[in-house]
């Protein structure tokens, strides 16, 4: 009912910036809440940031200071702005939307972010 497409990502040095978007369409109506996840190779996926629809937002403690989730007034297109970025933050990011009623979340395709040194 909710599907969710990713935008941006790619190859970047240490210390650089990236952003990512991520536009969903359906019944965006049952969104509670969308995120950024990333998973490393060989490790689980973690939460990077959250946004809800009041505006308030949550952040991983590795990438607070350096990482900025935005979206627009309904949140149905997100952005994460990625500053400083260190090597061990190479992963595949996915974004993420937390559905009403009990349903199953929804997830983007991922994202390649590389960082090189």
């Known amino acids: 009912q909710v599907r969710l497409v990713e935008s941006g990502g790619g190859l970047v040095q240490a210390g650089g910036s990236l952003a990512l978007a991520c536009a969903a369409s359906?019944?965006?109506?049952?969104?509670?809440?969308m995120a950024w996840y990333r998973q490393a190779p060989g490790s689980k996926r973690e939460l990077v940031a959250r946004?809800?629809?009041?505006?308030?937002?949550h952040y991983a403690d590795s990438v607070k200071g350096r990482f900025t989730i935005s979206g627009d007034n309904t949140i149905n297109t997100i952005y994460l702005r990625m500053n400083n970025l260190k090597l061990e933050e190479t992963a595949v990011y996915y974004c993420?939307?937390?559905?009403?009623?009990?349903?199953?979340?929804?997830w983007g395709q991922g994202s390649q972010v590389t960082v090189s040194s």
């Open positions: 993420n939307a937390d559905l009403r009623y009990g349903l199953s979340d929804a």
């Open positions: 359906g019944t965006t109506s049952m969104i509670n809440t």
């Open positions: 946004i809800s629809r009041d505006g308030s937002t």
